[in-house]
């Protein structure tokens, strides 16, 4: 079966409702419907207190009407009684500001041990009470896994409570060894921040205009992808264990280095990864959405995980993104180019806008009185053809390299927004919190071409030498190990085609600073000194004018193209001319 379905809350719905919901859903076209990730209130409305009864009967009413089940275990948000309960539960921001106990997601920290033995509780319950049942066909654990703030609602940095900064010790401790390796990676020297106890350690709070560690902060974002990996794979593993017959994975989204963890590897041991994505509410023409589509789907690429789409734009956006009006037409290219790219199942959110609540009146399929839409037409189209359509994905030649550790470390030099005074620049995002994106978005409209997928490739695919592409675009290589740069260089001189632009290998994987920049190996050049302009980061090389220019370097059987200059920021920025001039090394 491929799962074609929406999601639909029946705790948010009048139990008088739900049979005439649940068969029209089916009447539609749909084989899933996705609930309960969201519930927490609804199946334990009581600490240790727990009340099934009314899942018990949603679920046997999808299974009346033939319809399967991706069943959330809502363990992404507290309910009110948890801080009640255990006071101090807070989230706790960089500068003590604590998040609030309702609203928005996700309310707690992952590294409290009283919401682990909680959600453990939880998750036990739910998957041997359900692992039978006939109408469930996945799990889903947690939602959009992040710490907070999920939406950005602030340039705060969260969780900075005792039990995330313990948990930052030991992941430091397990990574380095020793004390004084810690103290050596982090650079600990420079003023007087040499930790003579582990107990001395703190997490960084600050940024670097107001001197935290780069290469503190850098591991600081490496153990929150490390910290949401293992407690996800330690849920599902519970899932697992009462339930080995289904699948179990969870969702996210794409977005900036601050709000996301690295799905790369967070995705690795699930059976689906799902993308819920929003193309109207992000404003994305077919390119932008081709990208998203291809960089989720790289997520998972070598992996068991499925690539899934857990929350496709049904309706119109309220509250965040874009607010433009969904007609119907569009639904109809977003999924089939989802299929084109390898989606193994697509669910829309949602059947119907809600009442009340933070998204009042958004994103549904139907009118909120429950009348159809030319939405609805649309996918009840489409569901019709889906027993027909056999895509085979096409994919290029060409990959694009996302190079975590170096988004999160030009994001630290420039760092949230704040004040001007005296001395400090403006905050330029482009140069930033953003330059990783709109480097590989600019990267990605240079690849792309017609309906070829496009893959992404990781620092990890570099580090192990995985790189079965002719050509290679390595966009903001400020960041790359000695065996990356190997793997690479070897890879070009057995006859591959490199495309790079500025700062080209100038710290290495723990944000040190080369002595010599990896750029003068690889193409026998002296890196003189780097300047920013308006349009990013210019390298100044001895014996070459101060200019923006391509450097062609033929090495062993391959070739290396080299821009001096932010070169995927400027087509990202809509630059033609050297679109144009890249397009026909390709």
Known sequence: MFPFGVTFYPDQWPEETWAENFKNIKKAGFNIIRFGEMA????????????????????????????????????????????????????????????????????????????????????????????????????????????????????????????????????????????????????????????????????????????????????????????????????????????????????????????????????????????????????????????????????????????????????????????????????????????????????????????????????????????????LQVIKGLAKKLRTWNFERRTSNIAIAYLRSSEVQTYQEQGPPRGISGQWEAVRSDIGIMYGLMSIQGAYQLASHKHEAIDFIFEQDIEAGKLPYETILLANPYLLSKSQYTKLKLWVMQGGKLITDARFGQKDENAHLYPTPLLEDLLNVTYDHGEIDKNGFLDVLKGYSKKYQLIEKKIGKGKVFYANFSLFLLIKQGNKKWLAALKRFL
């Not at 041990?113 to 009470?129: F, Q």
């Not at 001395?200 to 902060?217: C, L, M, N, R, Y």
């Open 40 to 375: 927490w209130d609804w199946v334990e409305p009581e600490p240790g207190k727990f009340d099934f009864s009314g899942l018990d009967r949603a679920m046997d009413m999808c299974a009346k009407f033939g319809i399967k089940v991706l069943l959330g275990i809502p363990t992404s948000q507290v309910p009110p009684w948890f801080h009640r309960k255990f006071p101090g539960s807070r989230p706790v921001a960089q500068d003590g500001t604590l998040y609030p106990e309702y609203g928005p997601r996700p309310n707690i920290c992952k590294d409290n041990p009283h919401y682990r033995l909680a959600a453990e509780r939880l998750t036990k319950r739910m998957a041997a009470r359900y692992k039978s049942h006939p109408a469930l066909h996945m799990w889903q654990v947690d939602n959009e896994p992040v710490y907070p703030p999920l939406d950005h609602t602030t340039s705060n940095d969260f969780c900075h409570c005792e039990h995330s900064r313990k948990a930052f010790i030991n992941w430091a401790r397990h990574k380095y060894g020793s004390l004084k390796k810690i103290n050596q990676i982090w650079g600990t020297k420079f003023w007087t921040t040499t930790f003579s106890s582990l107990d001395d350690i703190q997490t960084p709070k600050a940024g670097i205009w107001e001197a935290v560690s780069p290469h503190i902060f850098l591991d600081w974002f490496r153990f929150k992808t490390d910290s949401l990996t293992s407690w996800i794979d330690h849920l599902a593993k519970i899932v697992k264990s009462l339930d080995p017959d289904h699948k179990v994975g969870t969702n996210g989204f794409i977005g900036i280095c601050t709000r996301v963890p690295d799905h790369s590897i967070l995705s690795g041991n699930l059976d689906w990864y799902g993308l819920d994505v929003y193309p109207k509410g992000g404003k994305m023409g077919p390119k932008d959405f081709a990208f998203m589509l291809d960089l989720w789907r790289s997520f998972t690429r070598g992996k068991k995980a499925e690539f899934h789409l857990t929350e496709l734009q049904g309706g119109q956006n309220v509250r965040w993104g874009s607010p433009d009006y969904v007609e119907g037409p569009e639904i109809g290219w977003w999924t089939k180019m989802a299929l084109e790219r390898g989606a193994k199942a697509i669910l829309y959110h949602a059947w119907r806008p809600p009442l009340f609540g933070a998204e009042t009146g958004g994103f549904g399929i139907l009118k909120p009185n429950g009348e159809e839409t030319k939405r």
